[in-house]
């Protein structure tokens, strides 16, 4: 019963930041690499960002020098600091993250629900 649960959305004028968190729970063995992705009315769902168990980060080209992915694996959640926001950011954001719960003997990827960024153009 592993869980992911995003925070952080907003509205944030253009040019302004925000962080959004991810923190998994429930019964977690290990959590590997964790994701961001964003989906747009209308549009598909975008990968944004990625970051491996180790700390190795991978951006898409629309947010690279924008965005920042980290891990705190002591508290099992990922961050998203957001700088630079421009109408296009606008979406809801959702985390990803590879989990193997206590008893699983495969990890899986787990979605939360997601969270609002929204930008005042």
């Known amino acids: 019963q592993v869980q992911l649960a995003e925070s952080g959305g907003g509205l944030v004028q253009p040019g302004g930041s925000l962080r959004l968190s991810c923190a998994a729970s429930g019964s977690i063995f290990r959590i590997f690499d964790m994701d961001w992705y964003r989906q747009a009315p209308g549009k598909q769902r975008e990968w944004v960002a990625h970051?491996?168990?180790?700390?190795?980060?991978s951006y898409s080209d629309s947010v690279k020098g924008r965005f920042a992915i980290s891990r705190d694996n002591a508290k099992n959640t990922v961050y998203l600091q957001m700088n630079s926001l421009n109408p296009e950011d606008t979406a809801v954001y959702y985390c990803?993250?590879?989990?193997?719960?206590?008893?699983?003997?495969?990890?899986?990827?787990?979605w939360g629900r997601g969270t609002q960024v929204t930008d005042s153009s």
């Open positions: 990803k993250a590879v989990v193997q719960a206590m008893g699983a003997t495969v990890p899986i990827s787990y």
């Open positions: 970051i491996t168990s180790g700390g190795s980060t």
